[in-house]
């Protein structure tokens, strides 16, 4: 990640758009930009400079972070100091980020403006850089994988029928944090037996017991980016059904990483999950896409599904998740971290895809 680059990109790109400034208020996306990891910030480019607005708390951290910007503390809300820079600037058509500003930040900026001043709504527009990461980025995302997949291994070998779910949430992200994480990429699932088929099921007080399937799905943030896995349990013995679903899901997952190359529509390497499991007559129990973008934040573009039409691009950091759930029996989704390069797919995980007997 470039801060200074990004950000000139975005200063270069603004007479296209029609635009005098851009006001980013996105965090995921001001850090980006800007290289400023504080949780109260905005980022206001223009073709000569980009000015980073914060509050007294995080005024050395700023400085510290992003050098190339200039720093503005406000002593009360941002929104003030914002239509002051708007006015002394001579701003007129200022575009903003409407999935990342608030109504209210919104209303108190547009109430405030001066006559012939304008708020325009930009919509993904840092996110289409956000994409395509850089090889320091992949290196991030690399290391966040690898940290997150020691933290399972390590909770693996402590693993004690009896648990709770909530309990082997718990030592998975006491595991990554042990390991280097700042925290989870998201909630921990853990859920055992029925409620694995809960695609996003919470961790409860419930008992892992002998005779469940156990859906672990995990991420770690680490250098800021994010990773993602899911991997399955079985408690006991596993009976003829579950290995037969596990290796339909399986070979969905394997179809769609083989399908992962640049060119190839996202939408394509939805398909190939859903035909692997349709040959098996368990497409309609796939509820969901087969995968996701991630860096910055655990969701980001493309979404690896049935309407992403976006050409997948060497660079790109994704998942390939497949699953199939049947309710009051179980669910089983097989997850890994990939980066598409210039030749396919490559698998960041390492983990082994087998199902775990414990």
């Not at 910030?41 to 005024?59: H, N």
Request: with cysteine; net charge positive.
């Amino acid at each position: 990640m470039n801060a200074n680059s990004s950000t000139a990109r975005v200063a270069l790109g603004l007479s296209d758009r029609k635009l005098d400034a851009l006001l980013v208020s996105g965090a995921p996306n001001i850090r980006y930009l800007s290289g400023f990891t504080g949780d109260n910030g905005s980022l206001l480019i223009t073709p000569e400079r980009a000015i980073l607005f914060t509050d007294p708390r995080f005024e050395i951290q700023a400085a510290e972070e992003s050098p190339s910007c200039r720093i503005h503390i406000a002593k009360g809300p941002l929104t003030l100091d914002i239509v002051a820079a708007i006015k002394r600037l001579k701003l007129k058509r200022v575009g903003y980020e409407p999935a990342r500003l608030t109504c209210d930040a919104y209303d108190s900026i547009e109430s405030r403006l001066p006559m012939g001043a304008s708020l325009e709504p930009v919509n993904g527009w840092i996110e289409q850089f956000r994409m395509v990461k850089t090889p320091d980025e992949i290196a991030r995302i690399r290391r966040s994988v690898e940290t997150n997949s020691r933290a399972f291994e390590q909770t693996m070998r402590r693993f004690r029928q009896g648990m709770t779910e909530s309990d082997l949430a718990a030592e998975l992200e006491y595991r990554m944090r042990r390991l280097g994480a700042e925290k989870p990429s998201f909630d921990s699932i853990v859920a055992g037996g029925p409620r694995s088929a809960l695609p996003h099921a919470q961790p409860t007080g419930a008992k892992l017991r002998n005779g469940q399937l156990v859906v672990v799905d995990m991420g770690a943030i680490q250098d800021g980016y994010c990773s993602d896995m899911t991997r399955m349990l079985f408690i006991g013995t596993p009976p003829p059904k579950v290995k037969r679903l596990y290796a339909a899901v399986l070979e969905a997952q394997l179809a769609a990483v083989a399908a992962v190359r640049p060119g190839i529509q996202a939408t394509k390497v939805d398909r190939a999950a859903r035909q692997v499991l349709k040959g098996h007559g368990l497409d309609r129990f796939f509820v969901h896409s087969t995968g996701h973008g991630l860096g910055l934040e655990i969701h980001e573009p493309p979404r690896i599904g049935k309407r992403d039409k976006t050409p997948l691009e060497a660079g790109m950091a994704i998942t390939i998740e497949p699953g199939v759930y049947l309710e009051g029996y179980g669910g089983i989704r097989i997850e890994d971290t990939i980066v598409v390069t210039e030749s396919g797919g490559e698998i960041l995980t390492p983990t082994n895809k087998n199902l775990y007997i414990v």
